[in-house]
């Protein structure tokens, strides 16, 4: 069973950059970050493999985030730069399962969620 616990978040003013990370014990298949707000509900920003080789992002992130894993590690990364006030969320990383290998953007397909961290873009 995986658990994953996510750090990084904070208050930054607008144009910053912030780097979350999310660290990770137990099998937890492929990986993702997503984003919630009150607006938007929880929606999709980048996923990965543990061995680095394939990602896939949302289309707001527009070349602004990163993601990367370091499997020697267990963490998984989200670089993000160039931060608007519309990045404010609390962001959350997921596991697809144990045995999953193919990357996906919907939640519904993730089986394993941290508890969140705030992340807060001022204008």
């Not at 208050?11 to 937890?28: E, F, K, P």
Request: charged share 15%; aromatic share 10%; glycine share 14%.
């Amino acid at each position: 069973q995986g658990q994953l616990v996510e750090s990084g978040g904070g208050l930054v003013q607008a144009g910053s950059s912030l780097t979350l990370s999310c660290t990770v014990s137990g099998r937890t298949g492929t990986m993702g970050w997503f984003r919630q707000t009150p607006k938007k509900g929880r929606e999709f920003v980048a996923a990965i493999t543990w061995n680095g080789l394939s990602s896939i992002y949302a289309d707001f992130v527009k070349g602004r985030f990163t993601i990367s894993a370091d499997g020697a590690k267990n963490t998984v990364t989200l670089q993000m730069n160039d931060l608007t006030s519309e990045d404010t969320a609390v962001y959350y990383c997921a596991g697809r399962g144990s045995s999953v290998t193919v990357l996906s953007r919907d939640r519904s397909q993730y089986r394993y969620w941290g508890q969140g961290t705030q992340v807060t873009v001022s204008s």
